[in-house]
């Protein structure tokens, strides 16, 4: 699906409209018509899924320029229920011994607050995927979450596979790289 997303949105383009048709044929409207209204349906699904991927590419794009990632940070040590508990959406810049963290909204990563500088003592090597209600403040499918050490406790940063790489890459290059 991340390699061809344009072939992704066809398929369910089409899976959408055959699914509609048998729905509405099943429930007795002409044949004819069941085409119709799904087709109709199944083409406004796949423009909004397209502008949405483009907005992501794009996105994504801008970022591997800048040398950024896309990631999620929270502090799993904070007190329960504490906003530092919950996973925050920012561009991550990594460096040979810290993470610059800005807090980002929306799709388009718009800044919002200062930049935290995140140093790294450790990094934990074992990933695991975010599942259920951990993915609450986390929009994609696939993204794993890993543990670093810092001076002032554990940090945990989500984000996907091949942004953890990066990150990872930065770290063990070491000073002056």
């Not at 085409?35 to 109709?40: D, P």
Request: net charge positive; proline share 6%.
């Amino acid at each position: 699906m991340r390699q061809h997303p344009k072939l992704a949105i066809a398929l369910f383009v089409l899976a959408e409209g055959l699914l509609l048709t048998a729905v509405y044929v099943a429930f007795g409207g002409p044949l004819l018509d069941a085409v119709f209204q799904a087709a109709v349906n199944a083409v406004m699904s796949g423009v909004i899924l397209f502008f949405i991927v483009a907005g992501m590419r794009k996105t994504a794009a801008r970022l591997e320029a800048n040398g950024q990632i896309l990631a999620y940070v929270r502090y799993p040590d904070a007190r329960p229920g504490s906003l530092s508990s919950i996973w925050n959406m920012g561009i991550a810049t990594p460096h040979a011994e810290w993470i610059e963290s800005q807090p980002a909204v929306y799709e388009s990563l718009v800044p919002s607050g200062r930049p935290t500088k995140i140093c790294v003592l450790e990094v934990f090597p074992e990933r695991r995927l975010i599942r259920g209600s951990e993915r609450n403040y986390i929009a994609g499918l696939g993204n794993q979450a890993m543990t670093i050490r810092t001076e002032q406790g554990r940090v945990e940063i989500a984000a996907s596979p091949k942004a953890l790489d990066e990150l990872v890459d930065a770290f063990t290059r070491g000073p002056g790289s």
